[in-house]
């Protein structure tokens, strides 16, 4: 059975910092492509960060340079450091992992930042 499960969510102040994990089970391996969404009330979900198989990665614009995502294909895990944090990443962090026709979703961690 795949699994997705998300820890490391908080509530932080502004300019604080926060790690996630997504840690992965089941038939999910090194060759999925992982992302983390966020989902803040009143807006559309938005794609955060993306890890590809051979490491290449990609930002959304808003946090770029603060973000980084990162995968440990040994502990088939991927994380989400998220630096410098500011009021406006208060969101629900949601890992997914695909592969062609196969998507899945873990079931989101809470961000908050405020003061």
């Known amino acids: 059975q795949v699994q997705l499960v998300e820890s490391g969510g908080g509530l932080v102040q502004p300019g604080g910092y926060l790690r996630l994990s997504c840690a992965a089970s089941?038939?999910?391996?090194?060759?999925?492509?992982m992302g983390w969404y966020r989902h803040a009330p009143g807006k559309q979900r938005e794609l955060v960060a993306v890890i590809r198989s051979g490491g290449r990665t990609s930002y959304a614009q808003s946090v770029k340079d603060r973000f980084t995502i990162s995968r440990d294909n040994a502990k088939n895990t991927v994380y989400l450091q998220m630096n410098s944090l500011k009021p406006e990443d208060t969101a629900v962090y949601s890992c997914?992992?695909?592969?062609?026709?196969?998507?899945?979703w873990g079931q989101g961690t809470q961000v908050t930042v405020s003061s």
């Open positions: 089941g038939s999910i391996d090194s060759r999925y492509v």
């Open positions: 997914n992992a695909f592969l062609g026709p196969d998507g899945y």
